[in-house]
């Protein structure tokens, strides 16, 4: 169950033909003029779906042009050079951050940076893979997990008794590092441009 914004029917066609759009820009083989239409209608496309969903129950219908000429967005608040680029930081925070895109980004970076050992990381993998990986809340769009989600996952792990508090406390780590790891790249990604 993948929890993106609620989406109509036709904005669930759009975001569909986005996907098969990028699909065809990274897998096919196309002419240069081909890649640029290809590439112009996919940002259409986007720009779109972004518009609805970010200004559906707003007041303004456009975003903020700071003094020094880039382009702002509130709620969620992201600074870009251009519009085209706003509107991709927004299709990516609407789209691209299931927890297990997230969870992905985290174990590159913590294998990149040698944070941690390498036991640690593959202990982590396992208890994702085993315990994560095909929950709800790994398709979820980590800016949409509630505490009532974790609280559901974390009554169908202990539920039957049969857990030791050590392992409960394992998985539980492997979230806290996820989500961890997404607050500061939210932070950093929006003091970015600042």
């Not at 997230?102 to 940076?113: I, L």
């Not at 982590?124 to 315990?131: A, K, Q």
């Not at 974790?150 to 492997?174: A, H």
């Not at 979230?175 to 950093?188: K, Q, T």
Request: charged share 25%; proline share 2%.
């Amino acid at each position: 169950m993948n929890l993106k914004p609620l989406l109509t029917s036709e904005q669930q066609q759009l975001f569909k033909s986005i996907r098969e759009l990028q699909n065809l820009l990274n897998n096919g083989t196309l002419t240069s003029s081909g890649a640029v239409q290809l590439k112009e209608m996919t940002q259409k496309q986007k720009e779109k779906l972004v518009s609805e969903i970010y200004f559906k129950n707003k007041r303004r219908k456009e975003f903020y042009t700071c003094k020094d000429g880039r382009i702002k967005s509130y709620n969620p608040q992201f600074i870009a050079n251009t519009r085209e680029e706003l509107i991709d930081k927004l299709y990516e925070y609407y789209f691209n951050n299931t927890l297990e895109d997230v969870y992905k980004q985290w174990v590159k970076h913590r294998s990149k940076t040698k944070i941690v050992s390498g036991k640690t990381i593959e202990e982590d993998i396992g208890i994702w893979n085993r315990f994560l990986a095909k929950s709800e809340v790994s398709q979820m769009q980590i800016a949409e997990i509630k505490p009532k989600h974790l609280m559901k996952l974390f009554q169908t792990w202990t539920g039957n008794g049969l857990i030791t508090r050590k392992d409960f406390n394992n998985r539980k780590s492997v979230l806290n590092g996820i989500f961890r790891f997404a607050a500061l790249c939210i932070a950093f990604h929006n003091n970015a441009y600042v």
